[in-house]
């Protein structure tokens, strides 16, 4: 038997930016959100393999929790899996200049037509890190009013077929764990509140502007793509 795997300390569990060098990129096909790419990435020990991933702008999400113990989700049809998924407002990271909180108080208006006087961090999360290199921040909106639609936003889409509507956040967990809701936003945002409010620490969470790693590693791998283009 192979020895034990090894304890990690206090402060060791932590996600580490690592680079293999990317001999070559090719993109395999273009869409409306993302590109689906090709890499030659060459391992540490010299070997060459390919990788083949969407290339996605990355995006947030808002937990706006109401003073009833209610959160405000959307129900949004999406067309790849075939459901209408119940999911908190979100959106993507496209808008140049814009700032991830900014980005989170636009979708939260444009989405609910609320805004918050409390923004706070719940997670950042890799949505599948195998095969996608979308990262997404979820907040916790806590204050809630109502707040017009931005200036210029349109309706369209799925967006028009939309439905917003208030859930109490215990019928949100017992969906979660019964099958019900299944929007990965969804889920790991409630449940992160879940165990926050647990935890007792929801007072305690992350400033909305900490800093986001994977934003700046995303960075550098554009950086790294263009100079080969």
Not at 21 to 43: M, N, P, Q
Not at 132 to 142: G, M
Request: charged share 25%; hydrophobic share 45%; with cysteine.
């Amino acid at each position: 038997m192979g020895s034990e795997p090894r304890l990690l300390g206090p402060g060791e569990a932590v996600d580490v930016p690592a680079h293999w060098r990317i001999d070559a990129h090719r993109v395999l096909g273009e869409g409306a959100v993302s590109d689906y790419v090709d890499d030659v990435v060459r391992t540490p020990d010299g070997e060459q393999m390919h990788r083949q991933y969407l290339l996605h702008p990355g995006a947030v999400a808002v937990i706006a929790l109401d003073e009833n113990d209610r959160i405000v989700v959307v129900r949004q049809y999406r067309h790849p899996v075939g459901f209408q998924l119940i999911e908190p407002p979100a959106g993507l990271l496209d808008a140049d200049g814009e700032s991830w909180l900014a980005a989170a108080k636009r979708e939260l208006a444009e989405e609910a037509m609320l805004a918050a006087d409390d923004w706070r961090l719940l997670i950042d999360m890799f949505t599948s890190p195998g095969c996608n290199s979308e990262s997404i921040r979820f907040f916790l909106a806590r204050g809630l009013h109502a707040a017009p639609r931005p200036d210029g936003f349109v309706v369209e889409h799925e967006e028009l077929h939309m439905e917003i509507c208030w859930a109490d956040r215990s019928d949100l967990v017992d969906g979660i764990y019964a099958g019900r809701v299944q929007s990965p936003s969804l889920v790991a945002g409630v449940l992160a509140l879940e165990a926050a409010r647990l935890a007792g620490r929801l007072d305690d969470l992350r400033p909305a502007d900490a800093p986001w790693p994977a934003r700046q590693v995303r960075h550098e791998l554009l950086d790294e793509i263009a100079k080969l283009a």
